[in-house]
């Protein structure tokens, strides 16, 4: 972040409670935050206020996707763990253990109970497009996704930012979640084959894990862990 012009925007997509937008706030950035859940929005609106950084953090109190949508589902934990809230309702179910069989005998039956007994409440949000209410004149330095499956929706509805050049406004970097826990399973509508070809169409380089090991690690679910967050830096 210390390399990056000043005038340039972090856009955090998946704010939760503010942990990054506040720390990028701290080094005098603007950051633009973007969080559906009403109580973490409550929390993140306190952390600006207690650091005084009305003037930086501008939340958006809705989901970011590939399309403008009203009053749609979007499910959280009832055991207060919102960090693993998503639109896509099976990805909450299971969580850590998605592609795990509940009678796998590396999970203990104490640890196996408390997952099956896990309760999904949905709350409704609005959903936009990111190239529809970012403005166009802002530039971006950051963009950091994480949306518990339906990352590539988020970046498909950024298209209108991510195609421009830098000098432009286009963000230097992108972050996002790569995992296959989702993607393998179905738990979203994309396939794991469609980020990298998409990203280099915005001219976008990035980090993303051979296709051997990928296709190795499809063909053994059981096997499958969180996958490490995928950088993208423009070319």
């Known amino acids: 972040m210390s390399k990056l012009p000043q005038d340039r925007v972090f856009v955090d997509v998946g704010a939760d409670v503010g942990f990054m937008s506040l720390a990028i706030a701290d080094l005098g950035y603007r950051v633009f935050a973007f969080e559906p859940i009403p109580y973490s929005q409550g929390k993140l609106c306190e ?45 909450i179910v299971k969580d850590r253990k998605l592609v795990r069989d509940i009678h ?7 640890n196996a109970s408390h997952w099956k007994k896990i309760n999904v409440i949905p709350i409704r949000t609005a959903v936009r497009r990111l190239d529809a209410v970012i403005p166009r004149h802002e530039k971006l330095g950051i963009l950091k996704v994480d949306a ?55 001219k976008y380089k990035c980090n993303f894990p051979s296709y051997e090991k990928l296709e190795a690690q499809e063909a053994d679910v059981a096997t499958l862990r969180r996958s490490d967050d995928v950088s993208c830096t423009k070319v």
Do not use: C
């Open 104 to 110: 796998d005998p590396t999970i203990d039956s104490h």
């Open 148 to 202: 518990q499956g339906a990352d590539f929706n988020v970046l498909k509805g950024a298209t209108g930012l991510l195609n421009r050049t830098v000098a432009e406004g286009a963000p230097y970097q992108i972050v996002f979640e790569f995992d296959l826990r989702f993607l393998v399973k179905r738990i979203s509508d994309h396939n794991w084959r469609e980020y990298e070809p998409f990203m280099a169409s915005m």
């Open 47 to 91: 952390g600006i206020t207690w650091n005084n950084f009305s003037n930086l953090v501008t939340v958006f109190p809705f989901a970011a996707g590939s399309e403008a949508l009203d009053n749609v589902p979007f499910y959280t934990r009832e055991d207060g763990h919102l960090g693993s809230s998503s639109l896509h309702r099976n990805a």
